[in-house]
């Protein structure tokens, strides 16, 4: 079940403080932002703090009023929603949190499905299966209370409450914000396995780019103001930033968090070939390739990039005078074995071969259109 999420030029404005010098301007937390999220995809959202994201995820549930434009589910005006009835059908995980404290981890877990109506049996099986999804087996912790938690722990049962009824829009504000590297990189990918079985529609807010590229469908990228300053899919924001701003936000090494997300193909793969004049024996071949690491066409270009940097590494000179045993030992094996997905063998790639495959992944992904707005502007 998913929803399809518009904002139409939604602006909001906090009002200012009363100060003793008078009129002070308002906050314009968002701007002018229009945005279609499609049904069943996960849009990160990301930009530096302060740049209106969570207000943003607000708007959508209404726990934030817009000052002007329309948010749309499903075509429907949210304005014209009750606004109670309206937040029981989105998931909603909070920056900090915001578990009842007086409650256990299961009351709170269930909060959306008895608000719901849901009998006792259906509320504690669901509870049962979204805490062990976000690994806390309610068996161990559904009877403790949330002080009784890590703050790690606190966020997966906030996670645990916003999955709990599957609902059709998901709104995630940060939601691994204060797990370990580790235990993040578990969750993001026990996260898309959920998020892939029951099909909702997600934005994730979170202000690391790593997390938008590996979890978002497309990324729209904010600055301050709530400005959309490019949205696309991941590959296209690393590979051809539309703005400073973005590429300021990318930062450093985007062709590296590209790795992840460029496949091996076939066609850059350098083939073993038949045998012909002048090219060594069928045996002479298959030597050429035996011992050497092997990842499958199809696989992350960064699997092939890491066995190559593995054999740099494994493949260090023992030291000075240390007995050569072949050419080029010591400098790493220089390429990667790819095999089909049956296991055979189809050629070889190597540190060429992965830059002209980034290069191809990034060729093949849209660039902005030049000008403008038009490269900003949501599909
Ligand atoms: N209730 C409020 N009253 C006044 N100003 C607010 C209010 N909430 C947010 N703002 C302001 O609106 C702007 C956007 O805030 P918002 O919380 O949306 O940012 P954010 O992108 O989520 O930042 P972060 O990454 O730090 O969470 C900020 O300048 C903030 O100070
Ligand atoms: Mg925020």
């Known amino acids: 079940m998913s929803a399809r999420i518009e904002l139409d030029a939604v602006r ?50 209404r726990l934030v009023e817009p000052s002007s434009g329309r948010v749309l589910l499903d075509g429907v005006d949210t304005a014209t929603l009750d606004p109670v009835r309206l937040r029981r059908g989105i998931g909603y995980v909070i920056q900090d949190v915001g578990l009842l404290p007086h409650r256990t981890v299961a009351a709170n877990v269930a909060t959306v499905p008895r608000l719901l109506g849901w009998d006792r049996r259906r509320t504690s099986e669901r509870v049962g299966a979204v805490l062990e999804l976000v690994g806390l087996p309610v068996g161990a912790y559904g009877r403790r209370f949330p002080h009784e938690l890590s703050g790690g722990e606190r966020q997966r049962v906030g996670v645990a409450r916003a999955l709990a009824t599957d609902p059709p829009v998901l709104l995630l504000d940060e939601p691994f914000g204060a797990v370990d590297p580790e235990l993040r990189r578990r969750l993001q990918a026990e996260l ?131 007995p050569s045993t072949r050419a080029g030992a010591g400098a790493g094996p220089g390429r990667v074995a790819v095999t089909d997905a049956a296991g055979a063998v189809v050629g070889t790639l190597d540190a060429d071969g992965v830059l002209a495959a980034l290069r191809r992944a990034a060729d093949a992904v849209s660039r902005p259109a030049s000008g403008a707005n038009e490269g900003r502007a949501d599909r």
């Open 12 to 61: 909001k404005a906090y009002p200012a403080r009363r100060s003793r010098g008078g009129a002070r301007a308002e906050t314009v937390a968002v701007e002018s932002l229009s945005l279609v999220v499609e049904p069943g995809e996960m849009l990160a959202l990301v930009g530096p703090s302060g740049c209106g994201k969570s207000t943003t995820l607000r708007m959508v549930n």
């Open 192 to 322: 898309a396995g959920i998020l892939a079985e029951i099909g909702s529609t997600v934005v994730l807010v979170t202000h690391d780019i790593d997390e938008a590229v590996r979890l978002g469908d497309r990324v729209a990228v904010l600055s301050r103001g709530g400005r959309l300053e490019q949205v696309a899919e991941p590959l296209a924001v690393l590979a051809h930033p539309a703005t400073a701003r973005v590429r300021d936000f990318v930062g450093d090494g985007a062709s590296l968090r590209m790795l992840p997300l460029a496949r091996v193909e076939r066609a850059d793969v350098t083939s073993l070939g038949p045998a012909g004049p002048g090219i060594g024996a069928a045996d002479d071949r298959a030597e050429g390739v035996a011992g050497l690491p092997s990842v499958v066409l199809g696989a992350p270009l960064s699997e092939a990039f890491a066995a190559l940097a593995d054999g740099v590494g494994a493949g260090r000179p023992p030291g000075p005078g240390a």
